[in-house]
């Protein structure tokens, strides 16, 4: 049973970009009260990279965005839609414009999405749409996070998990195939408390009778526990939905690729859908959690070093605040195995 689609669709090329200041373990355990052996044991993460300037996430999704264009063989001037999946705009009105210009992307409309955690894959499914429908031919998805902007260093709890980076694909239209295979998306906004970056305001009077709210944002607040228990129920569950979607099993998939929130929790996941250790991506090491970007970099770290190879089948998974969750199955590439 495969999604009703018009024309076929593509993942033809990935790129990704971190900035180039590492803090790891050791150097936070300077910030705040925690060590290598803490962090590590209980989430998997290392180190984490951190961005530095006021369009710091214009930037690295620019080179994430042109890297992914140089292996999709696929000039800037030639895409019709830029979606940008992110939680920390450059700009409020919206930054994927300001990345089409980077870009030169002359005839390409852009905008942002925002799904946190899950918003590479609520922007890959929405992306497909545009090219099922043929409203576009050639998109170009980016997920990207500075979440180094909102977080609270003197919290242990959330300081140790969270990354920048950006990470992006080139998706396209196929008139002898469809690559994505399956989907599935969920939302529920009654468990919005576990994972918020609120916004906090104070009145301001205008006249006797008008008052607004006037502030700013507060930091990343997360029940840890919550978060862990939603995850590891929600997302084999969604997983399993979108694999029958595509009229396909657990052991056709050659790759696990979830957010890169926790290794327990990949470790959790893959342990319930019975795939094997060796079969699941994992770089949160070397980059923390960095929101919409994580699925992205792991993607293309692994095209890069060859594990993954056309035709490959790839099970992803995003999820987190929202709360949002959500799956896709896809193969890599053009080539037919």
Same mark, same amino acid.
């Given at each position: @049973?495969?999604?009703?689609?018009?024309?076929? =669709?593509?993942?033809?090329?990935?790129?990704?970009?971190?900035?180039?200041?590492?803090?790891?373990?050791?150097?936070?355990?300077?910030?705040?009260?925690?060590?290598?052996?803490?962090?590590?044991?209980?989430?998997?993460?290392?180190?984490?990279?951190?961005?530095?300037?006021?369009?710091?996430?214009?930037?690295?999704?620019?080179?994430?965005?042109?890297?992914?264009?140089?292996?999709?063989?696929?000039?800037?001037?030639?895409?019709?839609?830029?979606?940008?999946?992110?939680?920390?705009?450059?700009?409020?009105?919206?930054?994927?414009?300001?990345?089409?210009?980077?870009?030169?992307?002359?005839? #390409?409309?852009?905008?942002?999405?925002?799904?946190?955690?899950?918003?590479?894959?609520?922007?890959? =499914?929405?992306?497909?749409?545009?090219?099922?429908?043929?409203?576009?031919?050639? =998109?170009?998805?980016?997920? #990207?996070?500075?979440?180094?902007?909102?977080?609270?260093?003197?919290?242990?709890?959330?300081? !140790?998990?969270?990354?920048?980076?950006?990470?992006?694909?080139? @998706?396209?239209?196929?008139?002898?195939?469809?690559?994505?295979?399956?989907?599935?998306?969920? &939302?529920?906004?009654?468990?919005?408390?576990?994972?918020?970056?609120?916004?906090?305001?104070?009145?301001?009077?205008?006249?006797?009778?008008?008052?607004?709210?006037?502030?700013?944002?507060?930091?990343? #607040?997360?029940?840890?526990?919550?978060?862990?228990?939603?995850?590891?129920?929600?997302?084999?569950? !969604?997983?399993?939905?979108?694999?029958?979607?595509?009229?396909?099993?657990?052991?056709?998939?050659?790759?696990?690729?979830?957010?890169?929130?926790?290794?327990?929790?990949?470790?959790?996941?893959?342990?319930?859908?019975?795939?094997?250790?060796?079969?699941?991506? &994992?770089? @949160?090491?070397?980059?923390?959690?960095?929101?919409?970007?994580?699925?992205?970099?792991?993607?293309?770290?692994? =095209?890069?070093?060859?594990?993954?190879?056309?035709?490959?089948?790839?099970?992803?998974?995003?999820?987190?605040?929202?709360?949002?969750?959500?799956?896709?199955?896809?193969?890599?590439?053009?080539?037919?195995?």
């Amino acid at each position: @049973m495969q999604q009703d689609i018009g024309r076929g =669709v593509a993942i033809i090329g990935c790129g990704s970009a971190a900035p180039d200041t590492v803090l790891d373990n050791q150097g936070l355990s300077h910030v705040v009260d925690t060590s290598d052996e803490w962090i590590a044991s209980r989430t998997g993460i290392r180190q984490r990279r951190l961005a530095q300037g006021d369009r710091a996430l214009t930037g690295i999704s620019a080179q994430a965005g042109k890297a992914a264009l140089e292996m999709a063989g696929v000039a800037a001037e030639d895409l019709d839609l830029i979606i940008l999946a992110t939680s920390t705009p450059d700009d409020l009105f919206g930054t994927a414009s300001l990345i089409q210009a980077e870009l030169g992307a002359i005839k #390409a409309v852009g905008f942002d999405l925002t799904a946190a955690c899950s918003g590479f894959l609520f922007a890959l =499914v929405t992306a497909s749409q545009f090219i099922r429908t043929g409203a576009y031919r050639t =998109v170009l998805v980016i997920g #990207a996070d500075v979440l180094s902007r909102w977080i609270d260093w003197n919290d242990r709890r959330t300081c !140790v998990l969270f990354g920048d980076g950006a990470g992006a694909v080139v @998706m396209q239209a196929s008139d002898t195939s469809d690559r994505l295979l399956g989907f599935d998306l969920h &939302s529920d906004g009654r468990q919005n408390s576990c994972l918020t970056l609120p916004f906090q305001g104070a009145e301001r009077s205008l006249t006797p009778d008008i008052a607004v709210q006037q502030g700013t944002y507060q930091p990343i #607040a997360m029940s840890g526990q919550e978060v862990y228990r939603f995850a590891v129920k929600r997302v084999p569950e !969604v997983i399993e939905k979108a694999l029958f979607r595509a009229g396909m099993s657990t052991d056709q998939v050659d790759w696990l690729l979830l957010h890169q929130a926790n290794q327990r929790i990949l470790d959790a996941v893959a342990q319930r859908l019975s795939i094997p250790s060796d079969r699941v991506i &994992s770089n @949160m090491a070397s980059y923390g959690n960095t929101s919409a970007a994580s699925i992205p970099i792991a993607l293309d770290e692994w =095209v890069r070093q060859g594990h993954i190879k056309p035709g490959d089948v790839i099970a992803a998974s995003g999820f987190g605040a929202g709360l949002t969750w959500g799956a896709a199955i896809f193969q890599w590439g053009q080539s037919d195995r």
